[in-house]
């Protein structure tokens, strides 16, 4: 099973406005691309839209698939920053669904659906993806050894929904190398089982094999100090907005997401997980 539809509400249906407190305005909840180090969270994501729109080589004139949208927020920057005109995106969470409804950018359009049952009417010129992807294993199945399988399935079938010689930009979350500490452990599980059921990171290799035979890689950079900088960023926000999360979410929600955070600074600093970004081209 990937992660259910009741699973990802627990993951991103808290509150708009407690995401919103720790994020940032536009609620990108992935790892950002800081290039020189001085950049603000707010660039960095800007930066990370910009690579993925090139990798998808975006023109104002694509009609752009997001899988896994979030709130919106590559979405928005496709219209407002690339002059796209025509988008799609797709999630499982309603909360987020209703958000990006109330963005108002034309003719763009997120509906809440999972990839599996998605039909597309046209073909799209590109696909994007912003670690959509690991929601697709969850740890029982990558133990029976199906991750390879699960990821392929999923890059088969999104390569029907573009044009031969269409492009995906597509950013994963890693896992590398397995902490040794009952503590670091006991936290990597949290994570897993609290803040995000029913999930797994992918490892590289797994992604590397799975995109074959559909796809082929054409560009692909990691990025994980970046993931660090972020989740440290998106720490020091929640930790400044502690009085206001305590008191209109909870002691436990504040609790949680502080460990949860506090967890993926260790994890990108000791090289636990890692992030990759992928300039990927339809075959045939
Ligand atoms: C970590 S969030 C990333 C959101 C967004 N891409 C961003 O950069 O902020 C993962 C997203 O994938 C969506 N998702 C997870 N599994 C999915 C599935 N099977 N089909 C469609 N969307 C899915 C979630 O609803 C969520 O919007």
Known sequence: MTSTQSQIEVSYDVSNEFFKLWLDENMHYTSASYLTGDETLEQAQIQKCNILADYAEV??????????????????????ERGVKRAHGIT???????????????????IVCDYKDYVPEEK???LISIEMIDHLCSPAQANKGMAVELYRTYFNKVADWVKPGACFGFQAILRN?????????????FTADVIFPGGLNPRLEELTAAV???WEIVEMRTQRECYGRTTGEWLRRLR?????????????????YERYLDTCVRAFAAHWSSDVQMKLRRIG
């Open 124 to 126: 799209y010129d590109g």
């Open 92 to 110: 499982l969470s309603t909360a987020q669904c209703e958000w990006i409804a109330q963005k108002k950018l034309g003719e763009v359009h997120a």
């Open 212 to 214: 074959n035979p559909r």
């Open 59 to 80: 023109t104002p004139e694509s009609f752009v698939l997001d899988i896994g949208c979030g709130w919106g927020s590559n979405l928005e920057h496709l219209v407002r």
């Open 240 to 256: 400044m907005h502690e009085t206001t999360i305590r008191e209109k979410w909870g002691d436990q929600v504040f609790i949680d």
């Open 177 to 189: 190398r397995i902490p040794r500490t009952r503590k670091d452990l006991e936290d990597l599980a």
